[in-house]
């Protein structure tokens, strides 16, 4: 898991009617506002792209957790600083104490050099009911005339929630660094039900070899095309807490030219989380973090 330092950095409309006159017994004020708008938009887009592509990867994906997730991640510590180093200089005499803790139902995360397409299906519940004699998680015929497994799993289990047939799952994730003596504190938590991503990082495109192939039917060669289909579907809830309390930090100096925070607490929660990434500029990258 990859973390980031930063610093810590502590269509109205109105209609008014004013009416200025002496009160009276038998006065009398009525008006009327009447409006009425139509807004229609209407729009095609069209792309055509006539590509070779040197290779294609094709993912068909389907993932399902039944249960909670939960992580707990807890920290303390008392530094003592060498008794030479008077005062200490907070710029290179501070170490850090971290805390992480991680919470994930399903997690996908595909790289390609090449083409890809992608069919990925995660499904996350809590429990099913024991006394169910039909497994609630079996998508049926159905899937003859919708032709997505992933997209007919989700439905199906969009109705057995609706009867009770499955129970929302608890995903949670907490993190805590209390009482840290002379260190910097960094606690990060983290709780995600589903997390996909696809990542595609292709070679620059290149003209066709004229002597391969008609270059008028396809005049570039590139890899830098993605179609992907995720469906997610998560029945429960996600909570983060991140906790740093009770830090002390005593006769060091520069504290205020730190290029990161003495105290850092982050918590994340997501529910479904789905990323893709096309570039072209050749040699993958590391995985998008979930």
Known sequence: ??????????????LVVTV???AMA????????????????????????????TGQAT??????????????????????????????????????????????GNVSSDQSGVAINANIGQF?????????????????????TDGNANHVMAKTLMDQAATGLITPHQTTANADAV??????????????????????AAEPAVPLDATALDPAAYPLVTDAMMTGDV??????????????????????????TLDRPVMRATATSIGNLSAMSVTAKGGLTDSINP
């Open 1 to 14: 898991m990859k973390k980031q330092k930063h610093f810590l950095a502590g269509s109205a409309a109105a």
């Open 20 to 22: 200025a006159a002496p």
């Open 26 to 53: 038998f006065d009398n004020t009525s008006w009327d506002w009447t409006v009425s708008a139509t807004d229609t938009k209407t729009g095609n887009q069209t792309s055509t792209l006539n590509a070779l592509p």
């Open 59 to 104: 993912v068909d994906k389907m993932q399902v957790t039944v249960g909670n997730s939960d992580a707990q991640a807890s920290a303390d510590s008392q530094v003592t600083l060498p008794a030479s180093i008077d005062p200490a200089d907070g710029m290179t005499s501070l170490g850090t104490v971290e805390a992480a803790a991680a919470a994930y």
């Open 124 to 144: 996350h519940v809590g429990s099913i009911d024991p006394t169910v004699t039909v497994d609630p998680l079996a998508a049926g015929t159905t899937i003859a």
């Open 179 to 200: 009482g840290v003596k002379d260190a910097l504190v960094d606690v990060e938590a983290r709780a995600v039900s589903n997390s996909s991503s696809l990542i595609l």
């Open 231 to 256: 469906t997610q579907f998560s029945l429960g809830d996600t909570a983060a807490t991140a906790l740093g309390s009770q830090q002390t930090i005593g006769n060091v100096s520069n504290l205020g």
